[in-house]
Each structure stands twice: as structure tokens, then as C-alpha cells.
């Protein structure tokens, strides 16, 4: 028996039925650039649904490993993942464009709260929150605003999940933040090691069919952002379902709260083609300094820099540069001599100026990623420019 011949179908083909569709607009989803942050078990289905639409451009941001309680709930991964310990972001890259091999995908194996340009969040349509942590969510939403970007929440847990859509001047999820949440948030600020800051939300029980069901509406609510019909969006309504005796409730969510951080609008930006995350400290300030005519502008970092550690029983001192975000408790182990011994963050900066040792170092090296946006302050102004010498940076392919 002679073996049939497979026909690839060509792009065009691909979305052929949703041509169909009286308000689908083609070219706009060929070259919409959504950014996923989250690639589990709701995540996977985000995903999945932006390959069968053929969304053209797909951007994936985590950093956690496949483990074997993913498998029940995450359709893109497999057991052979688990045991070569492989990135949830690299395997649904591969595993959606396996799906569809028209889209192009690009992953950050990274957090969103640290190693992501709020310049990405710049370039995107619209981003997708997949997470079951209110810390990176109220970081999604800082920088998105910043922006001037929408983004969509999801939740899942059991049989139940919710929907939120967080657009700049009609909804805003630190707005209706509790006083309960914001006390969970300033707890979780403290910690610097990034799996501890993500981990104390503990595992979540979910189920496939509430994932499918809070991820189709999200991507739906996304495609609205990226077509222009942001009439119909949900914005300032919280869509909740409860699986168990299949409820669907909608209800308008808090007014947008001016006063909160969130609502920091970046009004212009300057975009430095010169620069970029590889660029020296020296680089990057005399390059400030001589674009916005002052003699010490000051890059602010809130994260915060180490610029030194010490031991809290050896008292051990240790020189160190680096981003606090990205001091991790094995990096603790390392440094101290006894068990459970702590570590002292004995001198910090929250600025980088021309006082500021050893400018040779690059701005990636403390902790500033490509195409970030940096805040600059001077003695009269602050400003706010990017890092676009970076432009290659995002290169889906």
C-alpha cells in the first residue's frame, strides 16, 4: 500500500474558516505580538488557543520546570519533560508551534517582575496573566499602565475561575486590591530569593475543565483588544464561574483609584538607540548625562542593588554587585559558613550615579534587562528612557 502524501496547509489556509467570521480581521491577528505570562496548567490552554487562531506572534514568560503534578492539567507537556527536568516556557513554544507552524514564538525564561523590559510590555497588543500569584500580577499591572497596555487576568481553583480585564483609565486591579491582599503582597516584597517570593502561594487545587473554560474567555477578551473591539471588552466587569452548579455571575468591579502607583502614566519616553542592556554603567551615564545636559543623572533601581553582604554569626563581610531580586538562597548557602546561618544585606543602593563602584560593569549584570525603560532622575526633572538599542531583542521566530 502506497503511503498518502500530506499536504501542509499554507497560512492562508490555516484561518480560512474564521475569514468567514463577519467581524474577523485577518491581518490583524497574523501580526498581533501577545505576550503569555504563565505557561501552566491555565496557561497551556491560553496557548493552545492562540496557535489554532493563528495569532502570529507569541511571547511566553516563566521560569519553573515541568513537574509531574502539571501533567493532569497541562495539555502542551509531557512525562518524558518531567524527567529531562526541561522549561515550561521552551516545551510550549515547541509543543504550540507543533500545532501550528505559522505562528512565530519567542520565550524569557525569567520573572516577570524583574527580568521583563516594561519596553516588551511597550511593543505588545496585549498581554495575558496566567498566574496564581497577586504579587506578579500587581507588577503585570504597574507596567502595563506605564504603557498604556490592557492586560487580562485569569484565576483558577476546583471547578471555579475568574476573568478580569485591566484597561488604563477604565479598570485597574490595584484599585481593588484588600487590605488582606496588600498585606500578603508587602510580605512577599520582603523575600528575595524569587522561588520563595513565588511560592508562598502554595499549590492551588485546579482542574482541566475550569483551566479551558477562564483561558477560552481570555483569549476571546484578548482578540477583542487586538481587533479594535474594545467595545464589547469586559473591562471594569468581573466574570466569575462556579462549575459545581454552574453558575456564571458578571459585576462591575472598583472604580480606577488615581492616587495608587499604578496609575504612573509614562507620557513620553526617550528612546536611546544607542543603548542597551550590554552597555557599560559608564556608558549608559555619560550617554544620559550628555543627552539630558546635566552632570549626574541618577538611574534609579527599585529593586534595589547589594553592595554588600555580611554573615550574621561569622560576620563574615562580602563584597557583592548584583540585583537583590536575583539573590537567591543558594547564593545564602554559598556565601555562609554555618547552617542556617542568615545573611545581612550591609549596604545597598537604590540608584546608580557617577559615585556608583566599578562602572564597567554592564547594566544587565545589576539586574536591568533588554529594552528596559529606565528611570532617570535630575535635579529638576525625571525621565523616563528606553533602552531601544535592544530593538533586536524580540525576534520571533
Request: a negative charge; charged letters at 30%.
Amino acid at each position: 500500500m502506497s503511503k498518502k502524501k500530506i499536504e501542509i496547509k499554507t497560512e492562508k489556509e490555516w484561518d480560512k474558516t474564521f475569514q468567514m467570521i463577519s467581524w474577523w480581521k485577518t491581518d490583524d491577528v497574523r501580526n498581533a505580538q501577545i505576550m503569555v505570562v504563565g505557561a501552566g496548567a491555565l496557561g497551556n490552554e491560553v496557548l493552545k488557543n492562540l496557535a489554532l487562531l493563528n495569532v502570529g506572534n507569541i511571547l511566553i514568560v516563566d521560569f519553573d520546570h515541568i513537574e509531574y503534578s502539571n501533567l493532569s492539567r497541562s495539555v502542551l507537556f509531557r512525562e518524558s519533560d518531567v524527567k529531562d527536568k526541561r522549561l515550561k516556557s521552551d516545551v510550549a513554544a515547541e509543543r504550540i508551534q507543533e500545532i501550528n507552524p505559522n505562528i512565530k514564538v519567542q520565550t524569557i525564561n525569567g520573572d516577570i517582575m524583574v527580568d521583563v523590559g516594561i519596553g516588551v510590555f511597550r511593543r505588545m497588543d496585549v498581554i495575558i496573566g496566567c498566574l496564581d500569584n497577586r504579587l506578579a500580577r500587581l507588577f503585570i499591572n504597574r507596567h502595563c499602565f506605564k504603557v498604556s497596555k490592557t492586560w487580562v487576568d485569569g484565576a483558577i481553583e476546583n471547578l471555579a475561575g475568574e476573568l478580569n480585564v485591566y484597561m488604563p483609565g477604565t479598570s485597574c486591579y490595584e484599585s481593588q486590591l484588600s487590605d488582606q491582599e496588600w498585606q500578603n503582597i508587602r510580605h512577599k516584597m520582603g523575600c528575595p530569593d524569587v522561588a520563595r517570593r513565588n511560592s508562598l502561594q502554595g499549590r492551588i487545587p485546579t482542574t482541566p475543565i475550569s483551566s479551558s473554560i477562564i483561558a477560552a474567555m481570555q483569549v476571546q477578551e484578548a482578540l477583542k483588544v487586538v481587533m479594535g473591539n474594545t467595545k464589547h471588552s469586559m473591562a471594569g466587569k468581573k466574570f466569575l464561574y462556579e462549575g459545581m452548579n454552574n453558575i456564571i455571575m458578571m459585576y462591575e468591579t472598583a472604580v480606577v483609584n488615581e492616587e495608587v502607583e499604578s496609575a504612573l502614566r509614562y507620557e513620553e519616553i526617550i528612546e536611546a538607540k544607542e543603548l542597551r542592556a550590554d552597555s557599560t554603567i559608564k556608558e549608559a551615564l555619560e550617554w544620559l548625562s550628555k543627552k539630558l545636559k546635566v552632570e549626574n543623572p541618577k538611574i534609579e533601581y527599585a529593586p534595589g542593588i547589594i553592595l554588600e553582604i555580611t554573615t550574621e554569626r561569622s560576620e563574615k563581610v562580602i563584597p557583592l554587585v548584583m540585583s537583590k531580586a536575583h539573590f537567591s538562597d543558594d547564593l545564602a548557602d554559598k556565601y555562609t559558613e554555618e547552617q542556617n546561618e542568615s545573611i545581612i544585606f550591609s549596604k545597598m543602593t537604590y540608584e546608580i550615579d557617577k559615585e556608583f563602584p566599578n562602572k564597567e560593569l554592564r547594566l544587565s549584570d545589576i539586574g536591568i534587562p533588554p529594552l528596559q525603560i529606565l528611570s532617570v532622575q535630575t535635579d529638576d526633572d525625571l525621565f523616563f528612557v528606553e533602552l531601544t538599542g535592544d530593538e533586536d531583542f524580540l525576534n520571533f521566530c
